[in-house]
């Protein structure tokens, strides 16, 4: 089994869990909680999130950088939260490879060729989350469905050419489906606001190339009304 299956299958896991663990047990509790115990007052949110991420395709790490987030949510039960949300990742990994070239006495001689890889990978997903309290620090998890679209140079542009062998394309682009999973914690800050940390996994399959798994943390920032 490799690592993206076994990717694959925990975020299954953890997307069913939540689902299918939430529904029935809040599907009576219709009513939104008051403001002083379930933080956010109102059905509606909007949120925003500032974090890292690192990337990786089928054989190697992609690098990592800075990922953002941003949607909006609606309440369904006192601990049910249905959100949709726009997540960008990039990544960097500076990379130096030797290329075999010749001297002025026709020697081999190895030559440093330094490259980057450099992509972004963009998530439009809609998303359960499952509060595991109502009071001011509200743990929950999470789990998305939606597609990613991935664009970069790809690893058959930075690779040195090879004489006589054609080289590999300049960009990657490619869109498929994707799905995660979150866990994190909401601290209430006051009636409206809420602030906290996430950790989650986001993984999809773009074929030859692009990235099939990003792992990304950072701070999420919710306002309610």
Known sequence: ??????????????????????????????????A????????????????????????SRLGQAIGVNGGVGYRL???????????????R??????????????????TPAPATLTGSATYLLGQVRLLFSTSRVQPYVAGAFGVMHYSGNGWGAVFPPVPGQPTGPSGVSV??????????????????VTIGPY???????TGETGTKSALHGGVRIGLGW
Request: glycine share 10%; proline share 4%; with cysteine.
């Open 1 to 34: 089994m490799n690592a993206t299956t076994m990717l694959m299958r925990f975020c299954v896991a953890l997307s069913v869990a939540a689902c299918v663990f939430a529904v029935p047990r809040e599907a009576a509790a219709q009513d939104a909680p008051p």
């Open 199 to 205: 950790f989650g996994l986001l993984i999809s399959n």
């Open 77 to 91: 039960s006192k601990r049910i939260w249905i959100e949709g949300m726009v997540t960008r990742l990039e990544h």
């Open 36 to 59: 002083s115990s379930a933080g956010t007052a109102g059905r509606v949110s909007v949120f925003g999130s500032l974090g890292y991420n690192g990337q990786w395709d089928d054989e």
């Open 93 to 110: 990994r500076d990379l130096l490879f030797y290329a075999v070239t010749h001297d002025s006495a026709g020697s081999p001689m190895a």
């Open 175 to 192: 869109t498929t489906p994707a799905m995660g999973g979150t866990g994190g914690v909401d601290v209430v800050v006051n009636r409206r």
